[in-house]
């Protein structure tokens, strides 16, 4: 088992700069491969990023590349979302997730989930 829990989503400008963090609380944290996912009212859940447990890969969503950085520390159980460039279309509910084995930008192979972070991006 996995819990999970997202901080560090606010409202920022666009332009601006945010770092999400999920801490993860469980035995298996170090083992999963962890992902990010986003929601705004309306769509359905959009692939953001997503880390293989040892932190030698890294994979985005097309809409991010480039902007976003995902990393994790897995001595603190930690995975971070470092997020740059902000624009008012990433205005979301971002969770992240975790599965163990490979990983997956597929959000329903995901096994747990945190109950998610507001980010809000003004113009």
């Known amino acids: 088992q996995v819990q999970l829990a997202e901080s560090g989503g606010g409202l920022v400008q666009a332009g601006g700069s945010l770092r999400l963090s999920c801490a993860a609380s469980?035995?298996?944290?170090?083992?999963?491969?962890m992902g990010w996912f986003r929601q705004s009212s309306g769509t359905e859940r959009e692939y953001v990023a997503s880390i293989n447990w040892r932190s030698t890969v890294t994979d985005y969503g097309a809409s991010v590349k480039g902007r976003f950085t995902t990393s994790r520390d897995n001595a603190k159980n930690t995975v971070y979302l470092q997020m740059n460039s902000l624009k008012p279309e990433d205005t979301a509910v971002y969770y992240c997730?975790?599965?163990?084995?490979?990983?997956?930008?597929?959000?329903?192979?995901?096994?747990?989930w945190g109950q998610g972070t507001q980010v809000t991006v003004s113009s």
């Open positions: 469980g035995r298996t944290f170090s083992r999963s491969a």
């Open positions: 997730a975790a599965r163990l084995g490979l990983m997956s930008s597929v959000a329903n192979e995901y096994e747990y």
